[in-house]
């Protein structure tokens, strides 16, 4: 009899504690950076908290999508809709932005298989309406960093590519030639070059969106946010400092005492 009031004790036990697993698990978030784009940058690589919105009990792409509309976008959960059809769940609204049900996504640059694709701490999901909602002509680009930090004056090299498909319509990565490049969403003179290479000078202190345009195909705005910080180096005050430096060490004075 003790053996059975030990043993409904333990089972009982036992299911408290997968339930409170399971109970953590649902509430648990993890942080993720979210693009969203529809043609021109709505959401650039922003930081979003991610938790089980869709109560599946995982983390995913879709929750990440949900979370950012009802952190970001000023109309809330609203803003995003999907809808459930043989192959799947599919997107039907996209912040506030409805074309038939034409949209793409993506994680760390990688075409997702669903939107039910896991999501994990540090992950950048870019999800995108499509310009050409009938010929999907519109072209996925990325930049070989998403984020990056330097200081005023810093040149930064960038590469640019696209994804294509190969003859087994699997997806590959080119360079996207002659793409003009933007900061905070205006033209520079700057353009990629054959192997989608770009050298960037970086300007005033803060957070800059790098991103780029083409004249030759419709694409998918690419995102870069890098963050300024610090002094620059040499120049101005800088030079100054290394002369008067260079001065008090001929003089003597930055010598040690013995």
């Known amino acids: 009899m003790k053996n059975r009031h030990f043993w409904s004790a333990a089972i009982a036990a036992l299911l408290m504690l997968i339930t409170a697993a399971s109970a953590a698990a649902a509430d648990s978030s993890t ?36 979370s950012a509309h009802k952190q970001l976008y000023p109309g809330g959960a609203d803003g995003y809709r999907t809808a459930t059809m043989e192959l799947g769940v599919y997107i039907t609204r996209l912040w506030g932005v409805e074309n038939g049900g034409s949209y793409g996504y993506y994680k760390n640059d990688q075409m997702a298989m669903s939107l039910f694709d896991p999501v ?34 810093d040149d930064v090299e960038l590469t640019l590519s696209m994804v294509g498909f190969d003859e087994n319509f699997m997806p590959v990565s080119l360079p996207l030639e002659g793409a003009a490049i933007t900061v905070d969403g205006k033209a520079t003179e700057y353009k990629t070059d054959a192997a989608g290479k770009v050298k960037i000078k970086l300007g005033g202190e803060g957070k800059h969106v790098i991103s780029a345009v083409s004249d030759s195909k419709r694409i998918v705005p690419p995102v870069c946010v890098a963050e300024v910080v610090g002094a620059p180096q040499t120049g101005g005050a800088g030079i100054i400092l290394a002369a008067a430096a260079a001065m008090l060490a001929g003089a003597g004075i930055y010598k040690r005492r013995k």
């Open 31 to 66: 942080l993720a950076y979210v693009t969203i784009a529809n043609g021109e940058l709505l959401v650039a690589r922003e930081p979003v908290s991610v938790t089980d919105e869709d109560g599946d009990g995982a983390l995913t792409i879709n929750d990440a999508i949900i």
């Open 120 to 153: 994990s701490s540090g992950d950048h999901v870019v999800a995108f309406a499509y310009t050409d909602p009938t010929g999907f002509s519109d072209v996925y680009t990325y930049f070989d960093k998403s984020a990056l930090s330097a200081k005023p004056g």
